[in-house]
């Protein structure tokens, strides 16, 4: 499934062969026998500040080698980023920040040395990029979930690389956005995607999806909305939910599409039938436009 970005790029989305989509654009899923999951407990509120750490001083790149590096947009594959944890070791967080200068630097395993990716203040649809945190620790540091690959999964030694990927970025360079105060919950085996309050784990509401087939599975994981746009090319009268998760077993399982995976309307959202969507149904789809960019969306089996 492609994207308008104005004048700056088109993006392709997995879309199913049986219909076009609303909230997000899909992967590939797997369908997995149900299994009971719980959500992750709210986690205490962060800030956008925090003490001072030990150790060596932070230095700053300059501007010259900030420029050179790579954007960490959603159809870039840049090496020094972390592989995101299981999802079990992730907390679902409510808060949101936004960036506060152009091209943030993001650093891989190795904060001591020179980063590995920018992260520019405005996406690709002109828009404040929107970021979920992962943790904050160590003082003057901030984890956070990155809409970039790591590695194809052609270039792995496996066939399966990791659909969400992390960076550490300095507390300092983040703005506190709104609180996500409820999330999105698949449950690939139960075909069902609830909204979530996270404070208690209580559903809200659930719904009916259609998940990727076998051979592009959905991924499981935490990942969150990295975007919502109307494009009439690809879907008319819904929009498009954009997650930072790519396909973990395909580089482009719907044509050039980058392997984005989504969630969206579609006439036929039952069963595995996508190339990695998540296929919703009207209900579902007006559920969904009601959800926040920045909100954490987990995918269990």
Known sequence: MSVSRG????????????????????????????????????????????PAATGPAYTPPDAAALAAL??????????????????????????????KADLTPLYGADRTGPPVASLPFLNFLGSRTVVAPVVVHDGEWTQILTPSRRELPSASSTGVAAAQTMAWVRTDQLVVGAPALQH????????????????????????????????????????????????????????????????AVADHPFGPDQGLVGIHWSAVHDGAVSHACIRLDTAGDIAMAKIAVGTSVLVVP
């Open 7 to 50: 004048s700056r790029r088109w993006i392709l989305i997995a879309a199913a062969t049986a219909g076009v989509v609303a909230v997000v654009i899909g992967v590939a899923v797997l369908a997995r026998p149900s299994a009971p999951a719980t959500p992750p407990a709210a986690q205490p509120s962060m800030r956008a500040t925090a």
């Open 70 to 99: 790579p954007d960490a947009n959603y159809d870039a594959v840049i090496p020094g980023l972390l592989d995101a944890a299981p999802a079990a070791a992730l907390p679902i967080r409510t808060e949101t920040f936004t960036l």
């Open 184 to 247: 999105v919950l698949v449950r690939l085996g139960a075909r069902t995607l609830s909204i979530v309050n996270t404070a208690d784990g209580g559903v809200i509401a659930s719904y009916p999806i259609g998940i990727g087939k076998a051979a592009t599975a959905t991924p499981v994981g935490v990942s969150y909305l990295e975007a919502r746009y109307s494009d009439p090319k690809q879907v008319v009268g819904h929009s498009i939910f954009l997650t930072a998760a790519h396909s």
